[in-house]
Nanobody
Framework: QVQLVESGGGSVQSGGSLRLSCGTS????????MGWFRQVLGKEREGVAFIDSDGKTSYADSVKGRFTISQDNAMNTLILQMNRLMPEDTATYYC??????????????????????RGQGTQVIVSS
């Protein structure tokens, strides 16, 4: 059973930083995709970033250059370092995971909003 537990959300002023962590268990696929998505009440979920088993990362244009996704495999922890936060980053952030897909001779990841497993979310509030 895959379990994901986020922590590290909170309130910060515009320009500040937050570090989100996601403790994972049960995600034992040999090739996997781990990522973050966010959601504002009443709006569509938005993929933020993901990382694959090779350490390759992908970011939404809205967070490129400000957010960094990484993983500590020894601790089974996924990290999202968020710098230069802006009010439009305010949302509930979810950690998500799924098996990597295989097609045309290679493994690939979909966007985090498509993953089957997710945590309960952690709220981030950025004030101007």
């Amino acid at each position: 059973q895959v379990q994901l537990v986020e922590s590290g959300g909170g309130s910060v002023q515009s320009g500040g930083s937050l570090r989100l962590s996601c403790g994972t268990s049960g995600a034992t696929w040999s090739r996997k995709c781990m990522g973050w998505f966010r959601q504002v009440l009443g709006k569509e979920r938005e993929g933020v970033a993901f990382i694959d088993s090779d350490g390759k990362t992908s970011y939404a244009d809205s967070v490129k250059g400000r957010f960094t996704i990484s993983q500590d495999n020894a601790m089974n922890t996924l990290i999202l370092q968020m710098n230069r936060l802006m009010p439009e980053d305010t949302a509930t952030y979810y950690c998500a995971a799924d098996r990597a897909l295989y097609g045309s001779g290679y493994y690939y990841c979909l966007q985090p909003v498509e993953y089957r497993y997710r945590g309960q979310g952690t709220q981030v509030i950025v004030s101007s």
